[in-house]
């Protein structure tokens, strides 16, 4: 069954950005255990932020998406270079055997997040595909604040969900709508 979200006062919220992000916050969960052997958890409850606050922190993952009755947006998940260096040193040490621990965001390091953020993206949306018509664009793969300052084209509202790793650490999945 999938989750549901509810606003920060715990009434559940049916609107579409919430829809959007639960398979997403769901898949990046499961998909942190079996590909990185990383566990985290979410309370997969979103919280609405001023658009002054979606600060760049490292490295982003963004995907447009259209939904069947004309509503835009973007999905991102923005990791700090904590999060980012833990999570792609551990996709490459399980996906390739690699025991190095970049200390930076090398090419390797970036790859291994973009196969990791592919694989979510993938799952996430054949499970959006099956309830809902929604359209997707390539997902964009952002490390440095120019590129992230044109994520918010067009954002009215932005909706966070925060993701937690047990080693330390959190990143967060958004829902930037053109509404």
């Given amino acids: 069954m999938e989750p549901s979200f509810g606003d920060s006062d715990g009434t559940v919220n049916a609107m579409m950005h919430c829809d959007i992000l639960a398979p997403f916050v769901t898949e990046t969960l499961t998909n942190l255990d079996s590909m990185a052997d990383l566990k985290a958890h979410s309370d997969l409850l979103p919280y609405r932020g001023p658009l002054d606050g979606f600060v760049f922190k490292g490295f982003s993952v963004g995907l447009a ?4 009755d004309g ?14 260096l833990a999570i792609g040193n551990r996709v490459r040490a399980i996906l390739l055997g690699s025991d190095e621990n970049a200390q930076t965001l090398t090419n390797e390091v970036s790859e291994a997040l973009a196969e990791f953020a592919n694989i979510v993206i993938g799952l996430a949306s054949r499970r959006l595909g099956a309830t809902q018509k929604i359209a997707f664009g390539t997902p964009i793969y952002v490390n440095n604040q120019a590129a992230s300052d044109l994520l918010l084209e067009d954002v009215k509202h932005i909706y966070t969900v925060p993701v937690d790793l047990e080693i330390g650490g959190r990143f967060y999945i958004s829902y930037l709508s053109h509404e």
Avoid at 76 to 83: E, K
Wanted: aromatic share 0%; proline share 0%; net charge positive.
């Fill in 71 to 84: 509503g835009t947006g973007k999905l991102v998940m923005i990791h700090d270079l904590n999060t980012a």
């Fill in 65 to 68: 998406i259209k939904q069947h």
